[in-house]
């Protein structure tokens, strides 16, 4: 019942996330916040509304500022879409000059935590159950490491696993970020997906990589771990771990239903003969386990013949069985950590891999941040060195396979890999040169 005249008068002190907010309580609140006035006066706070005309024959410019016309030539809400443009074309360019400068051991932009403060970007997770209710899991815990970010969700509040079908990976970013304060989670905000799990039957469509007195911990591709409390079949936590390359376009170019898909290569036009292979590829290795790095390591000079084809893919071997010296030992007791409010743990022999495989010209070729557990073999070790018990890690998507290889030295009561060794697709490499392997 109140005048819309008050309404506008009240709205004028809004700032524009309030404004943007206050627009969804119902249509007619829609059109008094979309006013060209009210938008005008922010937009001048922030850009000043001018507009330039080009003279015939002349060098010289006239600017005129904008008036009357600037409120009653334009639709309703154009001011607005105008302050939302140049907000969001802003945070890109400051966004855009923090991942310029590459690390030239990883080829990976050198300041992504920064770049990602800048944009505001969070993730969330959204359970759907059954009934097509969502359950959104906000609350979440940052672990950065060289190439990725693991995060961890954990709540007393998770629905019942029986009733869940789906679980969605968003990133989520404020419409207008505010360098100023924390993004608020009530503001506008613009979600990109980023996977999509299936939890039905989760225990028997997912692998099991290992437990702890308290879990056990189940991992869907890509990149997600599910903890599952023994004794009541719930979950405990849910566990992402995202590799920084185009970890940004991911978290925020696609859309709430379709996520983002990656621009094909450009091929190096004078240096596409198959006949050579892969030559001067550079590897860079993280095995951590949350907050303890058990493996950090750069590996250059790899390379295959087109001989080396074998079964659709091309192998890469980084490290040697045969050739001790190479062999590296992982620092630390290797586990997966995990907490909650009230309880934490360590799940062994499980930890996340990160892999950036960089090509001759040190863009990335392929890139993944994945959990993976060593798996005990039953296969007598044939190093003398070690006579120990021999563990493997395996690791697979549409782009390729990593074995790794591990030993125990009982003395020492370390692990060493011995041997490792990556599995490159044709395809893969087929696309991503144009050639014909």
């Not at 608020?184 to 939890?199: D, F, Q, V």
């Not at 898909?261 to 292979?277: F, Q, W």
């Not at 070790?381 to 396979?401: L, P, R």
Request: proline share 4%; charged share 20%.
């Amino acid at each position: 019942s109140m005048p819309s005249e008050m309404l506008m008068k009240i709205f004028s002190y809004l700032d524009a996330v309030s404004l943007l907010c206050v627009g969804c309580v119902n249509r007619h609140f829609y059109h008094l916040a979309n006013d060209n006035g009210i938008w005008l006066k922010i937009y001048s706070s922030c850009f000043q509304p001018k507009r330039t005309i080009w003279k015939m024959k002349s060098e010289q410019t006239e600017t005129v500022s904008l008036g009357y016309a600037a409120l009653h030539d334009r639709k309703p809400g154009y001011w607005k879409k105008e302050y939302i443009f140049k907000q969001i074309a802003a945070v890109k360019t400051r966004v855009m000059r923090l991942v310029k400068p590459v690390d030239p051991y990883t080829g990976l932009p050198c300041k992504n935590k920064e770049a990602m403060k800048a944009s505001g970007l969070s993730w969330i997770i959204v359970l759907k159950d059954k009934n097509g209710k969502e359950h959104v899991m906000e609350k979440a815990n940052l672990s950065f490491k060289d190439t990725s970010v693991t995060i961890l969700w954990y709540s007393t509040n998770w629905p019942c696993l029986d009733i869940l079908s789906t679980l969605k990976l968003f990133g989520v970013t404020p419409l207008l970020p505010d360098q100023s304060r924390a993004p608020s989670k009530n503001g506008p905000r613009r979600r990109s997906l980023i996977a999509e799990y299936h939890l039905a039957n989760l225990t028997e469509s997912s692998t099991a990589v290992g437990a702890d007195k308290l879990v056990q911990v189940f991992s869907l591709n890509p990149g997600l771990l599910v903890g599952l409390w023994k004794e009541k079949n719930e979950i405990a936590f849910v566990m992402a771990s995202l590799h920084y390359h185009q970890l940004l376009e991911r978290s925020t170019l696609g859309s709430a239903t379709v996520q983002y898909v990656l621009p094909p290569n450009k091929p190096v036009l004078d240096d596409v003969d198959p006949e050579y292979g892969l030559h001067d590829y550079s590897l860079h290795l993280d095995m951590h386990g949350g907050s303890c790095t058990y493996l950090c390591g750069t590996f250059k000079s790899l390379s295959c013949r087109k001989g080396d084809v074998e079964n659709g893919y091309l192998r890469l071997i980084v490290v040697s069985l045969k050739d001790n010296t190479k062999h590296l030992p992982l620092i630390g007791t290797v586990g997966l950590s995990w907490e909650t409010d009230v309880f934490k743990g360590n799940v062994k022999d499980c930890y996340v891999m990160d892999v950036t495989l960089l090509d001759e010209t040190g863009k990335p070729f392929w890139c993944f941040s994945a959990p993976v557990y060593m798996e005990l073999s039953s296969r007598a070790s044939s190093v003398f060195d070690y006579m120990g018990h021999i563990y493997t890690t395996d690791y697979a998507d549409s782009e390729g396979k990593v074995c790794v290889e591990l030993e125990w030295l009982e003395e020492t009561k370390e692990y060493f890999i011995v041997n490792l060794v990556l599995y490159i697709s044709t395809k893969k490499v087929n696309n991503w040169y144009g050639t014909n392997y």
